[in-house]
């Protein structure tokens, strides 16, 4: 069983940058790939990143590719997705989400075991 808490959201202009955090409980946290949604008003949930179990492979979404960074830190069992250049169209509710499978980067929300209960991102222009 793992528990995530993020934390880190708020508002910030355009070109701006926030980290965001992700805290978990249990011994096992360094078993598990980790992942980033979002979910905007009116949409789907989306992918945003993953990192592998040793936090030496990362994946992307397109759209975030260049401005975003995930990394881990299993000593403290917390992941950090730092967001530079931040866009309007950032504005969402952000989840982190652990995948039992720590090898796999997946971009898929339903391949996730577990899930935090969010933290907003609001990016004015």
């Known amino acids: 069983q793992v528990q995530l808490v993020e934390s880190g959201g708020g508002l910030v202009q355009a070109g701006g940058s926030l980290r965001l955090s992700c805290a978990a409980s249990g011994r096992t946290f360094s078993t598990y790939a980790m992942g980033w949604f979002r979910q905007a008003p009116g949409k789907e949930r989306e992918f945003v990143a993953a990192i592998n179990w040793s936090g030496a492979n990362t994946y992307y979404a397109d759209y975030v590719k260049g401005r975003f960074t995930l990394s881990r830190d299993n000593a403290k069992n917390t992941v950090y997705l730092q967001m530079n250049s931040l866009k309007p169209e950032d504005t969402a509710v952000y989840y982190c989400?652990?995948?039992?499978?720590?090898?796999?980067?997946?971009?898929?929300?339903?391949?996730?075991?577990?899930w935090g209960q969010g933290t907003q991102v609001t990016v004015s222009s």
């Open positions: 989400a652990a995948d039992g499978r720590g090898l796999t980067l997946s971009g898929l929300w339903h391949e996730y075991d577990y």
